[in-house]
């Protein structure tokens, strides 16, 4: 893993350019979103002020004129901010980047020269994301109606471990819908990472933190029954089902244990394990989406692009975490 300061001279050799470009790109933006929008208002505040005693042209039996043109004005409001939206979007698929907004720029002019600088390897997908097929495979989340969305998917191989991550969303669709409800109900969101793990099994093995279990336990999915490990402070951070006994704690060794407290104190309380068809499955519900920039906010400022980076570096670091790249397990 390459370290944050070479990290830092690649960005002052190599980034700074499309940095300050796509800046410009968001100040661009939002200068034509404000503009438009006190246009707007100032309009709709002048027709409002007009109709309220036969100032200027209009007289007050005009108010139907007024009105139109109040409506007009609003319709200008409401297609500034759309046009801002459609600037600020980084998740559809453009004919050019540079046609479709800051955002989409950002990812395909920066964090995609990132991941290359990691490893030229690497492959970069703005607008893929990991598959629903995938996540069903890794049985963690009840099958019915569920649905996937994400996007920024990184896949490649780290020092001989074959791996995958990306953001994902997973949504329901409910049974029962009432009226004016939703149609859907959130199962997911955060970033999820699959990788080929060092040892061979044939049961799943599966590890869910408490504090998740608590929150969403109606829609992760298990089979087998608790496995009880002789751990007490990783018993209490985690619950283990498996329907192998002798195979979890084949794979939940002590130092795999271990291991697995040092991810969930660096990722936090929302992360979900899951090893099966020998793979292993993260998955982190944290409601982040990592590369989405704002128009309020610098893209070229060092903490924000030290921060996307460690955001892709702790990616990549779990394979050195849990030690994956040691094959002495595998059949």
């Known amino acids: 893993m390459k370290t944050q300061d070479e990290f830092l001279n690649f960005v002052d050799a190599e980034l700074s350019t499309e940095l300050s470009t796509v800046n410009k790109q968001r100040k661009g933006t939002l200068k034509m979103f404000f503009l438009a929008t006190f246009i707007c208002v100032a309009f709709v505040g002048f027709m409002i002020y007009s109709s309220m005693g036969d100032v200027l042209w209009l007289e007050g039996e005009n108010t139907l004129t007024v009105i139109a043109f109040v409506f007009i ?6 297609f500034s901010i ?34 290359e600088f990691l490893d030229p390897s690497f492959k970069y997908q703005i607008v893929n994301h990991i598959k629903l097929s995938e996540v069903i495979q890794s049985g963690m989340f009840h099958e019915s109606k569920l ?43 955060g970033s999820m990472f699959i990788a080929e793990f060092n040892k061979s099994f044939k049961k799943p093995v599966y590890v869910f933190s408490k504090k998740a279990l608590g929150i969403v336990s109606s829609e992760l999915s298990y089979t087998g029954d608790k496995v009880r490990l002789e751990d007490p402070d990783f018993d209490k951070q985690f619950a283990v ?17 271990e291991r697995l407290k040092a991810l969930r104190r660096k990722m936090g309380n929302n992360v979900n394990i899951v090893f099966a068809n020998n793979n292993i499955y993260i998955a982190n519900n944290n409601g982040k989406d990592r590369f989405e920039i704002g128009a309020l906010s610098s893209v070229n400022r060092r903490e924000s692009i030290i921060g996307y980076y460690n955001d892709l570096a702790e990616q990549l670091g779990i394979i050195d975490e849990l030690k994956l790249n040691l094959k002495i397990w595998k059949a």
Request: net charge positive; glycine share 8%; aromatic share 12%.
């Open 147 to 189: 649905k996937a969305s994400g996007s920024d998917l990184v896949q490649g191989v780290e020092d001989g471990v074959p791996f995958k991550f990306s953001d994902l969303r997973l949504v329901r669709e409910k049974t029962f819908v009432g009226k004016n409800e939703d149609t859907e109900v959130s199962v997911f969101s």
């Open 241 to 257: 089902y498996s329907p192998d006994q002798i195979e979890a704690r084949f794979i939940l060794t002590p130092s795999m244990m």
């Open 82 to 115: 759309s046009y801002f939206v459609k600037k600020n979007k980084s998740n559809a698929t453009p004919n050019t980047s540079s046609g479709y907004g800051f955002a989409y720029d950002f990812k395909d002019k920066v964090v995609r020269r990132m991941v």
């Open 73 to 78: 004005a609003l319709y200008g409001i409401g």
